[in-house]
């Protein structure tokens, strides 16, 4: 079973600063598989990032995916007000079929 | 619009049932995957389950599988959870999301409804 590791577990940050989270796993994982989302207090999750690099559907450009293998990366260029929030990266496994999300970086203000 | 909604979630007993539904519209729901996603009070995000668009072929996480059943209804736009033999740990917010390509088992998902509340509790 593949571990998603995420770090670090809080970033404290001020607005139009830089954020780097990291998703480190404990096996090679397809980068087709490698996912990013967004989660505010009381909402559902959305999806940033799929394939690892690809921004979904409204995602503004300031958010970027990269990595291979057993470390991905999410970079938000210059925080906005609204990009105070919980990230998860989740992976596919496809042998046996299994999807696992990483334990969550908070970003907040700092 | 695109839109998923849960209910059935509520309070239930140590070793009773619930069974939760999630109410597509705006989508073309027979044509993709359909997974439940849980997230116990104050900690992350956990993977319960997925079926394929068919409802052939599903697949489960070992903390509830032979206790949950998934499945779907195509023709009412329905996705559903049985939940038996539950337990204080099976406490969450459980989230239905839709599937972010038309794979059999897609590795993302890009609609979520808004969760509804599961308490195991006596």
């Known amino acids: 079973e593949i571990v998603l590791t995420q770090s670090p577990g809080t970033l404290s940050l001020s607005p139009g600063e830089r954020a780097t989270l990291s998703c480190r796993a404990s096996?090679?994982?397809?980068?087709?598989?490698l996912a990013w989302y967004q989660q505010k207090p009381g909402q559902a999750p959305r999806l940033l990032i799929f394939?690892?690099?690809s921004r979904a559907t409204g995602i503004p450009d300031r958010f970027s995916g990269s990595g291979s293998g057993t470390d991905f990366t999410l970079t938000i260029s210059r925080l906005e007000p609204e990009d105070f929030a919980v990230y998860y990266c989740q992976q596919y496994d496809s042998s046996p079929p299994r999807w696992t999300f990483g334990q969550g970086t908070k970003v907040e203000i700092k | 619009e695109v839109q998923l909604l849960e209910s059935g979630g509520g309070l239930v007993q140590p070793g009773g049932s619930l069974r939760l539904s999630c109410a597509a519209s705006g989508i073309s729901f027979s044509s993709y995957a359909m997974t439940w996603v849980r997230q116990a009070p104050g900690k992350g995000l956990e993977w319960v389950s997925v079926i394929t668009s068919s409802g052939g072929s599903t697949y489960y996480a070992d903390s509830v599988k032979g206790r949950f059943t998934i499945s779907r209804d195509n023709s009412e736009n329905t996705l559903y959870l049985q939940m038996n033999s539950l337990r204080a740990e099976d406490t969450a917010v459980y989230y239905c999301?839709?599937?972010?390509?038309?794979?059999?088992?897609?590795?993302?998902?890009?609609?979520w409804g808004q969760g509804t509340m599961v308490t195991v509790s006596s």
């Open positions: 096996q090679s994982v397809s980068s087709s598989y």
């Open positions: 999301a839709k599937g972010s390509s038309i794979a059999a088992r897609p590795p993302s998902f890009d609609i």
């Open positions: 394939g690892a690099s």
